[in-house]
């Protein structure tokens, strides 16, 4: 019996190592922060972006290059409550991603699907498939609608918002005769009446 009580006492204590041993060896999985990047995919298309950047409820794809109208914030959300995550410099060529609700655009970067699509010299090609899955794009934040415009429409859009100058045309004399040979005409810079 004793030695019943002995070899359940060390099978009990092997039992305790063995457990300890396995949990010290878990690691706690990385801390999330807002760096951190996720994936997301929104109707169809595969998003990465950081943990920050809210992915949008609806979305529809553009991919194409729009230059900034003027400075403005990218948030990280689809309106004005977000963070800024940002700017936009005017002029700038960026890359929308897609259309995201509240009409508000998704800017980011394309994935390089097609980096080595020629090789050069000296290089082997792999029989490899291209296309076999394609990349995520980087989700970057959200701007206004208004704050980008079609690179090709850009220099358009600019000659068109400025004002219109109106041509100087030499202000009217008014003249009246007195006398029937002299005539009174009024100075339209100062209101004066001169008799010639």
Known sequence: MELNMKKMVNLRIALSLLFVFVVAGCKAPPPITDDTLVTSTVDGVTLVH????????????????YRALYPTSVMTRPDYGGKVVTTLKTGETYTVLGMVENNWLAIGEQPQ????????????????????????????????????????????????DQPK??????????????????????NGNSGTWIIN
């Open 50 to 65: 950081r943990h920050a950047v809210n992915p949008p409820a609806q979305f529809s794809p553009v991919n194409d290059a």
């Open 113 to 160: 699907q097609q980096a080595e699509a020629a090789p050069t010299e000296g290089q082997k090609t792999a029989a490899a498939p291209a296309a076999a899955t394609p990349a995520a794009a980087q989700l970057t934040g959200y701007v206004p609608f208004r704050a980008l415009v079609k690179s090709d429409l850009y220099d358009q859009t600019l000659k068109a």
């Open 165 to 186: 100058r109106r041509a100087r045309t030499a202000k009217k004399k008014t003249c009246v005769s007195v006398d029937g040979d002299s005539k009174a005409c009024q």
